[in-house]
């Protein structure tokens, strides 16, 4: 590295672009998996770049999944699956109109299905559990920061009851993938408290032992959601430009 940094602080960065720009191509669907990616002396004369830092794009590319090199034939799309794309896409994405609809469409059919299995599942320890974590957010409501983690570990929470990975696997990725959005919806207190409440009916559903009223408990907070973020989605359509033919 040079003395300043300036050298090693540029070639980082030219990489970032180059792996950027392949990550734009894969996720259009330009490059499918399966495909071939372009050499890296036409990649490094194309985006006017050196073929070390094109090494250095594909290196961080393949590390997470998304590419694989095979021996005496080149790198190739991997057979990607959205945990490794989300990885490097800009969270700034989180914020379209059509991701954030996207991502609570899931959560409507992912979450009220959830929460049935946590009822019917639900251990003594799992329910102190979320009791604890209940009471620490009606503590701490007014602390928007801590009020969002001890949110997130609620959710977190009442997945891990179902002791099913693949499960717990998919709520992490949407979890992750809405991040940039999450204190939209508790944005004051008053809504803070709206969402506790949600959260207190689920949790008594759950230690109920009620499937039908832990669903319908988890819709309703959706509902919520969702009233929350409207007003949100629909500003930032209204302001994005208009598509033309």
Known sequence: ???????????????????DALVGRITSGDLGPGDRVPAERSLAAELGVSRNVVREALGSLAAIGLVETKPGAGVYV???NMAS????IDPAVALLPSSLRTLLQVREVLEPGIATLAAQLAGADD?????????????HVDDLDLYLDLDGEFHDAIVRMTR???????????????QAVRGLTVADA???RGALKDHQA???????????RAAEAMRSHLVFVQTQLLPFTSDLASRAPARVG
């Open 78 to 80: 991997a057979d990607q």
């Open 1 to 19: 590295m040079a003395p300043d940094g300036s050298k090693s602080s540029r070639r980082v960065s030219r990489a970032d672009e180059v792996r």
């Open 85 to 88: 794309v989300l990885k490097v």
């Open 164 to 178: 099913n990975s693949v499960l717990i696997w998919m709520s992490d990725l949407i979890r992750r993938s809405a």
């Open 202 to 212: 689920i949790f008594e559903a759950i230690a109920a032992r009620d499937p039908e």
């Open 190 to 192: 008053e809504l803070r």
């Open 127 to 139: 329910l102190d559990a979320l009791h604890e974590l209940l009471s620490s957010s009606a503590l």
